[in-house]
């Protein structure tokens, strides 16, 4: 979501007359987009700001390097974006001295007003908004070449109301708010002609979509399919898109793994065989802690409707490990739990309290160390299951959209399957970064396929 908000906010300061330039070091305004879902990833994005405005103001370590070298730093202006904004407030100011401007999540449409303000001379301005603020600009898009791809992110859902116990998401990012329907088609529509060929939708909690209020109204065309769900009967109108080769979407709920989502799967072959659905936890006993409103037999059942639909449908997950109280047997069970899903790919999470929010108020009694190992363990069973599920694939012929060329060899290209499963194969020159094409899987490695073009 952050990388989508940042890229609404340089297509608008484009837009404005700004220009991109190739580097950090050749800019003169640079904004950081913040997270603040763990405690680390706040203090990465302050320490980041803090290090820029700091060489702007010659103080810096690498600015003094700089000016011994000769070379004076270019920055005029340091923005910060992002949640971390919203949980700090007027703070912002004292944890990052010479910081000209800060916008939380729901006020990124502010910032072109917010640099000319500086560029006039003010400083130190804020703009947060509340939890039900519906932001402008939400479906801008860069019209300049360096912008532009084939591939696009478009947010259909703003906010999250399920407050899960450790989660401070909906502090910061505020209530549910779906686009209207006709509004996220139309955005759809016009990056297809553009030449986008997979989108992918975005939402904290994606399968809530037009549930707390409307996405559809009377006047929008009634469903040919007969969907009755706002979600599934969007990827309906969707997959009507001349070009649009994928559909994806992130993230998911199992309350939302409903039978239209999966007869949606089975009629738009456009829509990918992927699901992130994060379980957090294998155990009954902390998901209850947690208020995340399923068992650990719903959850299994979400992904045995999705297996049975498709046997290679990609499963990827969250999960938390060292909630305050989990025990090494809630442990065991989230590793059984994640053995039974037969994750491709999972993230998993050290526990980090985040303040405001109910788990906040409970001793964070896992020790660090033993966090670790917990980390370390699912991540060595994540290791063993990828390679085992991907090497089922060998011999297989898959679907993939040709991103480009690897790193370190121009000839070697990577592109994705349906199931969002990285393939990595040989590029004679004739394929294209956005073509579809089919490749022979040769061997597998935990996170990775490798195969040869079918022609
Ligand atoms: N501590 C650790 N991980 C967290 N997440 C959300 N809040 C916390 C927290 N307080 C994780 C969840 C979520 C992902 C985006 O971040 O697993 O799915
Ligand atoms: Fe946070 Fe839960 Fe909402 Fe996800 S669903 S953003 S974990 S409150």
Known sequence: MNVRDSEAVAAMLEAAGHERCGSEEDAELVIVNSCTVRDKAEQKAIGKTGYLTAERLGRGRSAQAKIAAGKASKLKLVGLMGCAVKRLGAEVFEKVPGLDFAAGPRKFWMIPRLVERCLAGESELLELAGDDEVPEGLGVHSDAPSGQSFQAYVTILLGCDNRCSYCIVPDVRGHEYSRPAREVVAEVRSLAERGVKEVCLLGQSV????????????????????????????????????????????????????????????SFPQVCRHLHLPVQ???????????????????????????????????????????????????????????????????????????????????????????????????????????????????????????????????????????????????????????????????????????????
């Open 207 to 266: 399968l809530r979509y037009g549930v707390r209020n409307k996405a559809w109204d009377e006047s929008d065309a009634p469903s040919p399919g007969g969907y009755t769900e706002p979600f599934p009967r969007l990827l309906e109108a969707l997959a009507s898109i001349p070009g649009l080769e994928r559909i994806r979407f992130t993230s998911a709920h199992p309350k939302g793994c409903t039978d239209e989502l999966v007869r949606a799967y089975r």
């Open 281 to 455: 936890s294998g155990s009954d006993r902390i998901l209850g802690l947690m208020g995340r409103h399923y068992t650990r037999a719903e959850y299994l059942a979400a992904v045995k409707k999705l297996r049975d639909f498709d046997p290679e449908f990609s499963l990827t997950t969250d999960v938390i490990v060292g909630y305050p109280g989990e025990t090494a047997e809630d442990f065991e069970e989230t590793r059984s739990l994640m053995e039974e899903a037969g994750y491709e790919n999972a993230f998993v999470f050290k526990y980090s309290p985040r303040p405001g929010t109910r788990a906040a108020a409970l001793p964070d009694d896992v020790p660090t160390s033993e966090k670790e190992r917990r980390d370390q363990v699912l991540l060595a069973d994540q290791d063993a299951r990828g390679l085992a599920r991907n090497g089922r694939l060998v011999g297989t012929v898959r679907e993939v959209l040709a991103e480009g060329p690897s790193l370190r060899n121009e000839a070697r290209w990577s592109g994705r399957d349906s199931g969002n499963r990285i393939v990595i194969f040989d590029n004679p020159g004739s394929v294209r970064a956005g073509d579809v094409v089919k490749v022979r899987i040769e061997r597998a490695a935990a996170q990775t396929l490798y195969g040869q073009l079918v022609c």
